[in-house]
């Protein structure tokens, strides 16, 4: 039966860390010019209902490193766009390709997704978690950090999917994890919830970004209008008001922090042009990781 990656709570800490540590290993070897074609002839199929730069990227240089070939189906590439069932779908490209990654909207898309599918399916981003994306995220602390356990965590601004992924990771690693979140704009109470149960104590929100980032060892942020909420953008800029990751709330971190954003980026409203620039930014080292983890992930499930 195949394995999927749909969200960090269906992985044990080990297994985690077995990702991130393959990850390190592929990185270390591309530097080198290594070959390292763990998935040699694989395919993958990447199906975009949410358009992105990174995760396609990624993933498609992704499988070429490891000797395989990734396919690129949007809405208009596929029957999903006009109408068909998600689980005929599932059925059909499980017959042709080796594992399927979905960028879509409910996490209920990929998980029926993979309830049908005969190979492992990654989640690629839902509204829900975005569980890639933090996987590089923790490698990019480890590098920096020595280790993602044994640090304070902060989190400013939206309560969306990586503000639920960092909720789950947290209580899984057993690191604090402090969310800053407008009242309306919390994560969502059933990740809370599930994290309280796994690592009381762990995870706190506040609606007081100078609370979350007082003395932390990490700070992270994204966007406040996500893919699809672009029409409430104003609204969301007045209720984010004073919760900019500005030089201003980097200065009650810890002097040594590290400040990590998932891009794309909007300088000026939920980070500053001048943290995003300067000396405590690792986002750069953060986006290339996407590329080491995905091909960690993909090398596990589908090796």
Avoid at 8 to 23: K, P
Avoid at 95 to 108: A, H, K, L, N
Wanted: net charge negative.
């Amino acid at each position: 039966m195949a394995r999927h990656f749909l969200a960090l709570h269906d992985y044990s800490e080990m297994e985690l860390h077995g990702m991130l540590t393959l990850a390190r290993e592929l990185k270390e070897k591309q530097k080198q010019s290594i070959p390292h074609r763990l998935l040699d002839g694989k395919t993958l199929a990447m199906i975009f209902e949410k358009s992105s730069t990174r995760t396609r990227i990624s993933f498609e240089v992704g499988m070429f490193q490891l000797g395989g070939h990734g396919l690129f189906i949007s809405n208009k590439d596929s029957q999903i766009g006009r109408g068909e069932p998600i689980r005929d779908t599932a059925r059909v490209m499980s017959r042709y390709c080796d594992g399927v990654m979905i960028r879509t909207f409910g996490q209920e898309i990929v998980d029926e997704f993979a309830r049908y599918a005969g190979v492992p399916v990654i989640n690629g981003l839902t509204d829900l978690f975005h569980p890639c994306q933090i996987m590089a995220d923790l490698l990019t602390v480890m590098e920096h950090k020595g280790a993602c356990t044994g640090l304070k965590y902060a989190w400013v601004g939206d309560g969306n999917n990586m503000a639920n992924t960092w909720i789950e990771a947290a209580a899984i690693f057993g690191f604090d994890l402090a969310l800053a979140c407008p009242a309306g704009y919390r994560p969502d109470p059933t990740v809370l919830a599930w994290a309280d149960a796994k690592a009381p104590g762990r995870v706190i929100v506040t609606d007081d970004p100078k609370v979350a980032v007082r003395d932390a060892d990490v700070l992270n942020t994204d966007v406040w209008a996500s893919m699809g909420q672009e029409g409430e953008q104003k609204e969301r800029e007045r209720a984010f008001s004073g919760f900019c990751l500005d030089d201003a709330l980097l200065g009650l971190a810890k002097p040594d922090a590290i400040v990590l954003h998932c891009l794309p980026a909007h300088r000026g409203e939920e980070i500053s042009d001048s943290v995003i620039e300067g000396k405590n930014s690792v986002v750069w080292d953060e986006a290339e990781n996407r590329l080491h983890i995905q091909k960690a992930i993909m090398a596990t499930l589908m090796g």
